[in-house]
């Protein structure tokens, strides 16, 4: 069984772990075409590379980001959302007419 | 309720009750009061075992989260360990937990079950329930490492997991906190566990301590 | 019988314990073996060499290797078949049968198969058993009968068998020369080592090999490096322990009697050594053929003297060594055969020449003379090879009833294989070498192609400095280390017209179905494998993988390299079932007021993980409990544990924000003190669960979640809020609180018997109401909730209090007849009001808008999760709606999943549907076409074959205008 390094709680049996899907960046919602969205929403580009992802180790409910290679299946780093996510997020009100 | 001395008492005299409490009753412990609840102070007369588990769930324990914690604990006068996943002896007896950057939990002091205050106290902090969420388990004696790598995937042996370690992690396929007791003579390792579960996880524990010699007991193994 | 007489003196037997005798039976007869004997080595100690018939021509079979390496000896112990009688220690009274025959095993009535073997042609069943069409249901009971090994039991009593991790720092695997001196090496460097070895005593060959002309070197180096081990404290030693297969990052699953380790070691040091291989002439699997390490292993484990005369076949010098054991152990050898010409170490030709031992150098075995029946070899047929696996005519017949073998040896390469290691073929050895490991998984040894013994020390101390690299407690180069010795001949095949040379004794595949198959196509050695089953039986090709591939190479014109083996997947040995189950963890989760609900007759069900009550009463009168539950909870008053509900506490600055950005509703002006319905859709738009806000204060909200929900949206809520950076506290208490449902026309009342201080009226704690009660004594959260459509409180206290409050609440109600009722009927009591529930009445597709709840979601604010997803699917025209149904009592009943049509096509599914006593008619919720969706219009439902058809109905069903709930 795999392992990976929580930056939390160290290295462990990749069975403690959930994945949480890629890192992406969400279209303003309010802003943003349908065409948009729906990539945001349904499509990954399941490259050969590495690829920054969310995962959750379960047994302290700690989110962290890990870069994975999808080919090696090597977790090449761990680190604490902070370093991506660092400010308030805020959402705009929404447009009176949302156009596609 | 208060005023009843520490004699034999049944635990649905008491409205707290430990989600163990029926499997004790039904093994034959002797229960003592204790932190406005039974605590199990034997489990019949047998012989010391060379492990024992323990059911301290009645016993009083708070937690507090937030920007504010660490500075919190340290006006009540509780120790702040260092660092996530360590745990800590506070002067009047409590165990102070470091499960997270900004999250504590305070274990009351053994003997008497009690703490010196609770989350209430904290205005300025987020309370953890875990008097409620989860039930706390010792174990207690010798091959604690050994009786655990049954249920756990975490090594647990004194060379990585010293005195005043932590771990969260999977035992026996839920999630658990187990904390390696400062401090103290011989090995303890606290195993806070899922309320809910706690049947099933003592029934997991001591059919792995049963090889080893381990077997159920009370606070008298301790004291 | 009385075996004392056959043995070797000692130090011969290393394994035995020659004072305690122990008794068993074989096929019925009751023999004599000592303590340590594996049942082989106890048979041939009473002379019995048969022991098991083969899989296809049910042949006789004796033992091939004596290391548990081949499928020529698998037996049955009682109800456990396939047992290797080379590797189990026989126990004072143990039952052993042959396995595979027809009759007896000295009498089997099938070994005619054998005679008709030239009309069973390799793919013969894939060939012959499927044309015509349906001539396969006439043969399978018959095949059937003759296929499969051995006989379980099926009325076996389950055993205790359980895992455990182990840690280490080096995990060595294989305690030879190589295994031995790496744990040494990696144990001085300061590494914590565990030394894993499959036998029950640690050496490998030196236990059992000779290494030099005078025979002292094996034993003196044995003892001098297992003392040293045995006493270090860094070294952890296992023996009787398997490691079956490699995983990823080291970990490795090792068994050991009952138990199944998971070792994890940060190092791992493969020193698995080799098999020796077998050489390819007609009828080489006659009992008394064997390896040469075998015939040693009988002498020096096990004090069996392997036969009165023998030959020795061999393509290296090691043949002569065996040869020089046997002569001094007093076996007649008649003759070394060496296939090679001219190579033979000078000193290994004199040592025979003194002990007057003929040597025939570029000769091979041609074929092996059977006495009757096939049952022990009676001579050879040695003729000079003239050519790659061609002989001349003339022919030397020799009289002997042991012929020992050696054509080389194949890296035990399956760990490393797993791991991702490449084999590849050296033609000018004639040997297959492994290259490209893994970080952190290193090889040392005769698997490393390292034949010389002090090359084999010195390999295993490179492979540990390598490891002590890694772990940085070294930084010193590892030597280099190579060998100059060739122990692989290139061609020991010698393939007879009337066939029986098996390459592959498992299954019986003979030199020509190799070839064969090839002619058919099949040239890729994967397709070979498939066709005609090589490699396929118990021994996994450990023996039929080398002359396979130099097979397939030579008839396809390809190199070895090229042609390769087959793919070596785990397990690297058979294994039971039981070990990978081990001891069964199944978590289960119960309510504190769990045993209330057995002392009150539940029924329960599973509910996720949680055991829920169904229903209290008769389990086999289901409908008449739970109607007559419903009925109690209409007209009086009952009690329903929901602790299992999900529990999301909120708190903070920006805690009503948060609750604004997570669900559909707005949050961000609920009043303190009401609670409010709050729908969570998913990115794509999807309802994915439901609950009840309460908002305590400002800045406190306390959030239901479904059962089976509330990890997810707990999950997902910290999810965002890790981007989202509010200030708030986001706390999964589902355990920590526990909950009942008090419902029914009296439920005030029983309450305000527990309920001091708190207004309880209509007025003073209305329906939608949130507020916090002393429940005699218990701090409680109540929430006046409609779920069931009556006056109801949900109150929720710390679990610790869970069974008290059910106990007082039972006491409080006895005087209003109140009684429990179970999830089964809250459901139906639920259903007769109409409301969903999440997961049951919806699907992966259902977006508010198909679940009439438009109503919960609001689109003033900036956002919620999914908020742009429900915009899009609801912008588009709507095609279905869950919609609620009626039809007469006496109807015949949908069930959930029953589907709605709409001429041939379908519109939906029937979601929930039950006999409602309230009603006193069916009702129930289906997804149905947009254009059939209205009140009044009918829906076909098909149930059991039959179209229903059924009238749309608005909802709720019960009480349309919530006047009882909202007393």
Redesign the interface.
């Known amino acids: 069984?795999?392992?990976m390094n929580c930056p939390?709680?160290g290295l462990?049996?990749i069975?403690?772990f959930?994945h949480?899907g890629e890192v992406k960046e969400m279209p303003d919602?309010?802003s943003?075409s349908?065409k948009e969205?729906?990539d945001y929403?349904f499509f990954s580009d399941n490259a050969i590379s590495v690829v920054t992802e969310?995962w959750?180790?379960?047994?302290?409910?700690?989110?962290f980001i890990a870069e994975r290679h999808t080919g090696s299946?090597e977790i090449l780093k761990t680190y604490d959302?902070s370093v991506l996510?660092?400010?308030?997020?805020e959402?705009?009100?929404?447009a009176t007419e949302?156009k596609? | 309720m208060e005023e009843i001395t520490k004699n034999i008492v049944k635990p649905e005299t008491y409205l707290a009750r430990s989600p163990l409490y029926r499997v004790h009753e039904a093994a034959g412990a002797h229960f003592e009061a204790c932190a406005s609840a039974a605590q199990v102070a034997s489990y019949g007369d047998q012989s010391e075992p060379l492990a024992a588990l323990i059911d301290l769930s009645v016993q009083h324990r708070f937690g507090i989260r937030g920007a504010n914690a660490i500075a919190a604990l340290s006006a009540a006068g509780l120790s702040v360990p260092e660092k996530?996943?360590q745990c800590l002896n506070s002067a009047n007896g409590e165990t102070v937990l470091r499960?997270?950057k900004t999250e504590f939990w305070v274990l009351g002091a053994m003997e008497s079950g009690t703490c010196s205050a609770d989350s209430s106290a904290f205005a300025d902090c987020y309370p953890v329930y875990c008097q409620d969420s989860h039930a706390c388990l010792l174990l207690s004696g010798e091959q604690l490492p050994d009786i655990m790598a049954k249920l756990c995937?975490?090594d647990l042996s004194e060379s990585v997991f010293p005195k005043g370690s932590i771990?969260?992690?999977?035992v026996a396929r839920i999630?658990?906190?187990i904390s390696h007791l400062p401090d103290k003579e011989g090995t303890h390792f606290v195993i806070l566990c899922d309320s809910a579960a706690a049947e099933y996880l003592w029934a997991c524990l001591l059919d792995a301590m049963d090889e080893f010699g381990g077997k159920a007991a009370g606070l008298n193994y301790l004291f | 019988m009385n075996d004392t007489n056959m043995r070797l003196n000692a130090p011969m037997g290393l394994l035995l314990n020659r004072n305690e005798q122990v008794e068993f039976l074989f096929e019925g007869q009751r023999y004599q073996g000592y303590a340590g004997d594996c049942i082989a080595s106890a048979l041939l100690a009473n002379d019995q060499w048969l022991m098991s018939r083969s899989f296809k021509y049910h042949r006789p079979r004796g033992p091939l290797t004596m290391a548990g390496q081949d499928a020529n000896t698998l037996v049955q112990l009682g109800g456990d078949p396939n047992a290797l009688a080379d590797r189990t220690a026989i126990a004072p009274n143990m039952q052993i049968e042959g396995q595979n025959y027809n009759g007896t095993l000295d009498k089997d009535r099938d070994a005619i198969l054998g005679n008709f073997g030239r009309f069973m042609p390799v793919g013969f069943y894939y060939r012959s058993f499927f044309k015509p069409m349906g001539v396969w249901d006439k043969w399978e009971g018959y095949i059937r009968e003759k296929a499969g090994l051995g006989k379980l039991d099926l009325n076996f009593t389950p055993e205790y068998y359980d895992k455990k991790y182990l840690f280490t720092d080096v995990m060595v695997v294989g305690s030879g020369p190589a295994g031995l001196s790496a744990a040494l090496k990696a144990a001085d460097g300061g590494a914590k080592v565990l030394l894993v070895e499959e036998m029950p005593l640690m050496g490998g060959a030196l236990a059992y090999n000779r290494f030099d002309i005078e025979g002292i070197t094996a034993d003196r180096l044995r003892a001098e490096l297992i003392a040293k081990v045995e006493e270090h404290d860094n070294i952890t030693v296992m023996v009787d322990t398997v490691c079956n297969a490699w995983?990823?990052?080291n970990?490795l699953p090792l068994i050991q009697g009952k138990r199944l380790f998971k070792v994890?070691a940060k190092e791992c040091i493969i020193a698995s050594g080799a098999y020796e291989q077998h050489v390819v002439f007609r009828n080489n699997d006659l009992p008394g053929v064997v390896m040469c390490s075998a015939a040693t292993r009988m002498m020096k484990l096990y004090a069996i003297k392997p036969g009165e005369s023998s030959v020795v076949l061999t393509g290296n010098d090691d043949g002569y060594l065996t040869a020089l054991e046997l002569s001094d152990q007093g076996v007649n050898v008649k003759a070394v055969v060496d296939m090679r010409e001219g190579v033979a170490t000078p000193e290994l030709i004199d040592a025979l020449s003194e002990r007057d031992i003929t040597l025939h150098q570029g000769y091979t075995v041609y074929e092996a003379l059977a006495e009757k029946g096939n049952k022990r070899i009676k001579g050879v047929d040695v003729r000079k090879i003239t050519a790659k696996g061609e002989v001349g005519n003339a022919s030397r017949i020799i009289d002997c009833d042991l012929l020992c073998m050696s054509a080389g040896y194949m890296p035990a390469y399956q760990l490393l294989c797993q791991a991702g290691a490449q084999l590849s073929y050296a033609d000018e050895l004639a040997e297959f070498t492994l290259s490209k490991l893994p970080e952190h998984l290193h090889i040392a040894g005769s698997v490393n192609g390292i034949h010389q013994l002090d090359s084999v020390v010195a390999d295993g101390q490179r492979a540990a400095q390598l490891a002590l690299n890694n772990l940085n407690l070294s930084d010193e180069l590892p030597g280099k280390v190579s060998c100059r010795v060739k122990p692989n001949f290139d061609w020991p095949i010698f393939s007879h017209p009337k066939g029986k040379d098996f390459v592959d004794f498992d299954e019986d595949l003979q030199a020509k179905d190799i070839v064969n198959a090839t002619r058919l196509g099949y040239r890729d050695v994967q397709l070979v494998k498939r066709f005609s089953t090589v490699g396929m039986g118990p021994s996994q090709g450990r023996h039929s993988a080398l002359p396979t591939a130099r097979l397939v190479a030579n008839s396809t014109d390809r190199t070895v390299t090229e042609t390769g083996v087959t793919t070596a997947r785990p397990p690297f040995a058979p294994e039971k079932l039981a070990h990978i189950a081990g001891r069964i963890f199944d978590p289960y989760r119960r309510t504190p007021m769990h045993h209330r609900h057995l002392e009150l007759g539940a029924k329960m069900i599973p509910a996720g993980n949680w055991r829920r009550p169904a229903f209290y009463g008769d389990p086999n009168k289901r409908d008449a409990c739970i109607h007559a539950e419903s009925v109690h909870v209409r007209n009086k008053v009952g009690l329903i544990d929901v602790s299992t509900l999900g529990g999301i506490e909120l708190k903070g600055p920006d805690a009503a924000e948060f609750m604004n950005?997570i669900y559909t509703f707005a949050f961000l002006k609920q009043p303190v003190g009401k609670t409010r319905y709050a729908v969570y859709t998913n990115?794509?738009g999807v309802v994915i669960d439901d609950g009840v806000a309460c908002r305590i204060a400002e800045d406190h909200f306390y959030v239901t979640a479904t059962t089976s929900g509330v990890d997810r949206v707990?999950?997902d809520m910290?999810?965002w809020n890790?981007?989202?950076?509010?200030d708030v506290d986001i706390l999964?208490v589902t355990s920590a609180y526990c909950a009942v449902n008090l419902a029914g026309p009296d439920a005030r009342k029983v309450l305000e018997k527990l309920v001091t201080g708190t207004d309880l009226s209509t007025e003073g704690f209305p329906f939608l109401a949130y507020g916090e009660a002393d429940v005699a004594g218990i701090p409680a959260r109540l929430l006046r909730v409609g779920f069931v459509g009556e006056l109801g409180y949900e109150i929720h206290v710390p679990s610790r209090y869970g069974e008290a409050l059910w106990d007082l609440l039972m006491e409080a109600g006895e005087a209003f007849d109140i009684k429990p009722f179970g999830v089964e009927t809250q459901r139906l009591l639920r259903l007769e009001k109409g409301h969903v529930i999440v997961s049951q009445d919806t699907d992966g597709m259902s977006h508010p808008g198909e679940l009439s709840m438009n109503w919960a979601v609001n689109?003033?604010?900036?956002?919620f999760v999914g908020?742009?997803?429900v915009?899009?699917v609801m912008a588009q025209p709507q095609t279905r709606k869950l919609v609620g149904f009626a039809l007469p009592a006496e109807s015949k009943k949908p069930e959930e999943g029953h589907l709605v049509l709409e001429g041939d096509g379908i519109t939906g599914n029937v979601t929930s549907c039950e006999y409602s006593p309230a009603m006193k008619k069916i009702v129930g919720l289906a997804f149905a076409g947009i254009n059939s969706s209205e009140p009044g219009d009918n829906i076909s439902i098909r149930v059991d074959g039959q179209i229903v058809e059924a009238e749309v109905v608005s909802l709720p069903f019960y009480d349309p205008n919530n006047a009882r709930q909202e007393m």
């Not at chain 1, 996510?85 to 997020?89: A, I, N």
Request: positive net charge; proline residues 7%.
């Open positions: 069984m795999k392992m939390l709680n462990r049996n069975s403690e959930v949480g919602p309010n943003c349908d969205w729906a929403v969310w959750l180790h379960a047994p302290s409910g700690y989110w299946d959302p996510f660092s400010e308030r997020v959402f705009s009100a929404p949302v596609a | 996530p996943n499960l997270g995937g975490v771990a969260q992690t999977s999630n658990a906190i | 995983f990823t990052d970990y994890r950005r990115e794509h707990y999950r910290t999810k890790t981007q989202w950076r509010l999964n689109r003033k604010k900036p956002f908020c742009r997803s915009d899009i």
